[in-house]
């Protein structure tokens, strides 16, 4: 049975024929008119790249959008920096037609008197367009309320991977875990002949079938709601090819306590971060073909019972050589990270409470035995003899052009 499509707002529809693809596809088409890319976007915000936007900025961002009152800074406010709108400016980049369609799918609610403003974020990726949640709370949250399990928005391991994943051969076949909003299935259907991504977030699957329609590749990729490898099977009751020639990953990875109903789906991964991580090696050389690749982004663990190495191996398992290539971007100590997770809430916190917060997750990473914590892509390979490569690239943290063709040549092709 097909779950309805959730809109942006959370309300149901029947399926996604009732989303009108020729008014979608006019949004889409403004977008690329307006110059709406990473580089422009960029360029009009004075930052590195989209990812690296940060909300105490964002009064800095208007002011510098007010130089230039075009579409581009039209949708750049609202799509980007969750900014109220006036519906004359709002037709005026889009076309009134477009605003309508987008305020009946939920993309858009109605404002302040007269206005405009988006219950999700557009992102461009690659030559495309994703809807995801905000990554920030809106500053002006008129009738907005943040969902429950948000879809994440596009950060620098989206765009890292979608930068730097190889491109599958012609006619090939793609298996795209944890796919968020389809980023990386959606980019991959341009070559490949079958694409499948997989979320366990229904929000998340109804946003990449959305963005699906967006690109114009809906018939192209089939995105399914479940637990990793598990939605992969029968289809219309025939048996179908579960072995891939490329599998994509981007899985939570964050070292997190939280469980139930306090574990954010895109994110938390157990005390010791592999808690998809390890079930996705698992089950790669059972869904990977003979000459496939798999190509991972996440975090490595090294603890004192075991280094990254060995834990890969063993969630792989020994059966079958295979080639492990690491690329490391960065490395981190546990005292370290435990800070990036306890967050310093500026004037609204007191210094007790920060440090409570970090001693508490230092606590964590310290039961689990964390020496380090390395950030990269691993590329997976069978192979006639299992080795293991770790290669530094010192990526930086706001991709840059040169930094992405240098790395492109760090990945082995299909």
């Given at each position: 049975?097909?779950?309805p499509?959730?809109n942006?707002?959370?309300?149901?529809q029947e399926?996604?024929?009732?989303?009108?693809?020729?008014?979608?596809?006019?949004?889409?088409?403004?977008l690329?008119?307006?110059?709406?890319?990473?580089?422009?976007?960029?360029?009009?915000?004075?930052?590195?790249?989209?990812?690296?936007?940060?909300?105490?900025?964002?009064?800095?961002?208007?002011e510098?959008?007010?130089?230039r009152?075009?579409?581009?800074?039209?949708?750049?406010s609202?799509?980007?920096l969750?900014?109220?709108v006036?519906?004359?400016?709002?037709?005026?980049?889009l076309?009134?037609?477009?605003?309508?369609?987008?305020?009946?799918l939920?993309?858009?609610?109605?404002?302040?008197?007269?206005?405009?403003?988006a219950n999700?974020?557009?992102?461009?990726?690659?030559?495309?367009?994703?809807?995801?949640?905000?990554?920030?709370?809106?500053?002006?949250?008129?009738?907005?309320?943040?969902?429950?399990?948000p879809?994440?928005?596009?950060?620098?391991?989206?765009?890292?991977?979608?930068y730097?994943?190889p491109?599958?051969?012609?006619?090939?076949q793609?298996?795209?875990?944890?796919?968020?909003?389809?980023?990386?299935a959606?980019?991959?259907?341009r070559?490949?002949?079958?694409v499948?991504?997989?979320?366990?977030?229904w929000?998340?699957v109804?946003?990449a079938?959305?963005n699906?329609?967006l690109?114009?590749?809906?018939?192209?990729?089939?995105?399914?709601?479940?637990?990793?490898?598990?939605?992969l099977?029968?289809i219309?009751?025939q048996r179908?090819?579960?072995?891939?020639?490329?599998?994509?990953?981007?899985?939570?990875?964050?070292?997190?306590?939280?469980?139930?109903?306090?574990?954010?789906?895109?994110?938390?991964?157990?005390?010791?971060g592999?808690?998809?991580f390890?079930?996705?090696?698992n089950g790669l050389?059972?869904h990977?073909?003979?000459?496939?690749?798999?190509?991972?982004?996440?975090?490595?663990?090294?603890?004192?019972?075991?280094?990254?190495?060995?834990?890969?191996?063993?969630?792989?398992?020994?059966?079958?050589?295979v080639?492990?290539?690491?690329?490391?971007?960065?490395?981190?100590?546990?005292?370290e990270f435990?800070?990036?997770?306890?967050?310093?809430?500026l004037?609204?916190?007191n210094?007790?409470?920060?440090?409570?917060?970090?001693t508490?997750?230092l606590?964590m990473?310290?039961?689990?035995?964390i020496?380090?914590?390395t950030?990269?892509?691993?590329?997976?390979?069978?192979s006639?003899?299992?080795?293991?490569r770790?290669?530094?690239?010192?990526?930086?943290?706001?991709?840059?052009?040169?930094?992405?063709?240098?790395?492109?040549?760090?990945?082995?092709?299909?």
């Amino acid at each position: 049975m097909t779950r309805p499509l959730q809109n942006a707002a959370g309300c149901d529809q029947e399926t996604l024929g009732r989303v009108d693809t020729a008014k979608l596809e006019n949004f889409r088409e403004h977008l690329r008119s307006a110059g709406y890319t990473e580089e422009r976007i960029s360029k009009r915000l004075r930052v590195r790249h989209p990812s690296t936007i940060q909300l105490p900025s964002y009064p800095i961002y208007q002011e510098r959008l007010r130089q230039r009152p075009d579409s581009s800074s039209i949708l750049i406010s609202l799509f980007m920096l969750q900014h109220e709108v006036l519906r004359e400016a709002a037709n005026a980049a889009l076309t009134a037609n477009v605003v309508d369609e987008l305020l009946t799918l939920g993309v858009l609610r109605q404002a302040s008197t007269g206005a405009v403003a988006a219950n999700v974020s557009v992102y461009p990726c690659a030559g495309s367009y994703f809807i995801t949640d905000h990554r920030f709370q809106p500053p002006w949250p008129n009738n907005y309320t943040a969902p429950t399990q948000p879809v994440m928005h596009l950060g620098q391991d989206s765009y890292a991977l979608a930068y730097l994943s190889p491109k599958p051969p012609g006619g090939g076949q793609v298996l795209d875990l944890c796919t968020g909003s389809g980023v990386q299935a959606i980019l991959a259907t341009r070559q490949a002949k079958y694409v499948v991504g997989v979320d366990i977030n229904w929000r998340a699957v109804n946003f990449a079938r959305f963005n699906a329609a967006l690109n114009g590749v809906a018939t192209k990729v089939d995105f399914r709601c479940g637990d990793l490898y598990g939605p992969l099977g029968q289809i219309a009751g025939q048996r179908e090819d579960n072995r891939f020639d490329l599998i994509l990953a981007n899985p939570p990875f964050i070292p997190s306590s939280n469980s139930g109903a306090d574990r954010l789906l895109f994110q938390d991964a157990g005390p010791a971060g592999d808690e998809i991580f390890g079930p996705i090696l698992n089950g790669l050389l059972r869904h990977m073909k003979p000459r496939g690749m798999a190509v991972i982004i996440s975090l490595f663990v090294d603890t004192k019972r075991d280094r990254a190495e060995t834990s890969m191996r063993r969630w792989i398992g020994s059966r079958v050589p295979v080639d492990l290539s690491l690329i490391e971007f960065y490395s981190i100590d546990p005292e370290e990270f435990a800070s990036w997770g306890s967050t310093w809430h500026l004037f609204e916190d007191n210094f007790a409470a920060y440090s409570q917060r970090y001693t508490e997750r230092l606590a964590m990473l310290r039961s689990q035995g964390i020496l380090r914590l390395t950030h990269g892509i691993l590329v997976v390979r069978m192979s006639k003899a299992s080795r293991f490569r770790t290669t530094r690239f010192a990526v930086p943290r706001r991709p840059q052009q040169n930094a992405i063709k240098r790395a492109l040549r760090l990945l082995p092709k299909l």
